[in-house]
């Protein structure tokens, strides 16, 4: 699987937006960006995924350069349960290559 | 959506002996993953867990020590064998309902081994 490079740790503030990066230089064609987050003591939950074109669901939007080797992932109005780790996931869709390999992801503390 | 129903929710139990946990999905699906997370780390896959069949296995991860068992398409059991504390961890179940679609997880399983 590719990987993908987070920071470790971001903070923000309350109401404001954040934009956690992740970089994925090795992306291939066939790769899908995918975003998860796990809330502390919870099991991780889908964010949001997109391929070339930026996405945009209740959640987030996720942002794509357009050499594919990174994306942003934006909550528009952190709240204090945005408070959670961050996966950036890439997925080769097909068999095995596409299961969810999960790497440090980053932290993201909400301060009130 | 999936609603997962993970048993136990925690234990504790004496090394050399085995747990086996359980996970149920309130409806059919057609992937079923097992996962580790050891204190303060990120998720590590154990092994896809397959309908009728034996589960495909991650590198490091073993049969005799993580048997899985998938009798239909909503429920798995992950046993861990032969326990050591080193197997103290959150164990998660994740479920799709189509190839590479969005996951579902557990609550997870709070394992102590003493």
């Not at chain 2, 057609?30 to 896959?45: A, D, E, I």
Request: glycine share 6%; net charge neutral.
């Amino acid at each position: 699987d590719a990987k993908t490079t987070q920071p470790n740790s971001m903070e923000s503030n309350e109401e404001e937006p954040v934009h956690l990066p992740c970089n994925h230089s090795t992306i291939s064609g066939t790769d899908y960006i995918h975003w998860y987050r796990q809330l502390p003591s919870q099991g991780p939950e889908y964010v949001i995924h997109g391929l070339t074109s930026n996405v945009n669901n209740r959640m987030a939007s996720l942002a794509i350069a357009e050499d594919r080797k990174s994306s942003t992932l934006i909550l528009h109005r952190a709240t204090l349960r945005d408070a959670a780790v961050y996966y950036c996931i890439l997925r080769r869709y097909g068999g095995s290559q596409g299961n969810l390999i999960f790497g440090k992801g980053t932290k993201l503390s909400v301060k009130p | 959506s999936a609603v997962i129903s993970q048993k136990p929710s925690r234990d504790i139990c004496q090394r050399g002996t085995s747990l086996t946990i359980q996970c149920q999905v309130d409806s059919q699906v057609t992937m079923m993953f097992w996962y580790r997370q050891q204190p303060g780390q990120s998720l590590t896959l154990i092994a896809t867990a397959n309908q009728g069949s034996e589960a495909t296995y991650e590198s490091g991860f073993v049969i005799d020590k993580f048997p899985i068992s998938r009798p239909n398409l909503t429920f798995s059991t992950l046993t861990v064998s032969n326990m050591s504390p080193e197997d103290s961890s959150i164990y998660l179940c994740s479920v799709e309902k189509g190839m590479n679609t969005e996951a579902f997880f557990g609550q997870g399983t709070r394992l102590t081994v003493v």
